[in-house]
């Protein structure tokens, strides 16, 4: 399901059910590089999507803003499909490499169905031992000379997110969301409204607070999150605004 475009015309985002991924690249050329790899049993509509826009050409890479289900859940068939590299943060490669697993959901942060339901999530590290390899400490992304990745913890311990200077363009992944992820309607009808991470897998708000000012700071123009539509104009920056000044306020469970 394409998710409706704001963004500049090489970035285009797909929602695989609860969570999106980013293709990165002019549509008709053959250079590209897919940003995160959704829910379970998405590998085909990403691969859809990508037939769509690039032909049969392979991402150069495949690139994790973190190891959270719903980000490498079809991580494993594209990789069987594609056999590209995979790059994370040096401190989310022990969740990608079968040798942590991330903390339990909290079901009673944020109240909504989506919450509650959040034991269900998995919560597990994965295995990609031989695939994955951390991204370059001076902020460069290997297959994406015009952006830089930017650490942006709190969500995970090594979460990062993607910026482009020529247009401000932010791929934001968890660090802030544009949707009440708490929420099973706000999610079913993708209402638009930035919040912070999703309460029930952030276990680190201080460093989630001081992220989501980072990236304030970095005044983006246009943006796409893990969840929700992408935002852009003033729209982003007064909600993005907001979040920054009371994020202890709106984001911040009360427990």
Not at 126 to 132: A, F, K, L, M, R
Not at 142 to 159: A, F, M, S
Not at 163 to 190: C, M
Not at 242 to 251: D, P
Request: proline letters at 9%; glycine letters at 10%.
């Amino acid at each position: 399901m394409n998710i409706e475009n704001r963004l500049p015309s090489d970035v285009h985002g797909v929602r695989t059910l609860i969570a999106n991924v980013v293709l990165i690249g002019e549509p008709g050329g053959r250079e590209w590089t897919l940003i995160d790899a959704g829910v379970a049993g998405c590998a085909d509509v990403i691969v859809e999507a990508a037939a769509a826009r690039f032909g049969d050409a392979p991402p150069g890479a495949i690139v994790l803003t973190h190891g959270h289900f719903d980000h490498v859940g079809s991580l494993r068939p594209l990789l069987a499909r594609w056999r590209v590299p995979v790059y994370a943060h040096e401190l989310e490669l022990p969740y990608l490499t079968g040798q942590a697993d991330y903390p339990e959901a909290d079901p009673d942060v944020g109240g909504g169905l989506m919450a509650r339901i959040s034991p269900l999530y998995p919560h597990k590290g994965i295995d990609i031992s031989g695939e994955v390899r951390p991204l370059p400490e001076d902020g460069t992304v290997p297959t994406l000379p015009d952006w830089r990745w930017v650490h942006t913890p709190g969500h995970t311990e090594g979460h990062i997110s993607l910026f482009r200077e020529r247009d401000r363009t932010v791929v934001a992944g968890d660090a802030f969301i544009t949707v009440k992820q708490t929420s099973a309607f706000a999610v079913l009808l993708q209402e638009e409204e930035i919040h912070g991470p999703p309460p029930y897998f952030t276990f680190d708000w201080r460093h989630a607070a001081e992220s989501v000012r980072k990236l304030e700071a970095l005044k983006p123009a246009a943006a796409i999150t893990g969840h929700g539509k992408p935002m852009a104009g003033e729209a982003l920056t007064e909600g993005l605004g907001e979040l920054a000044r009371s994020f202890e306020e709106l984001a911040v469970p009360r427990h």
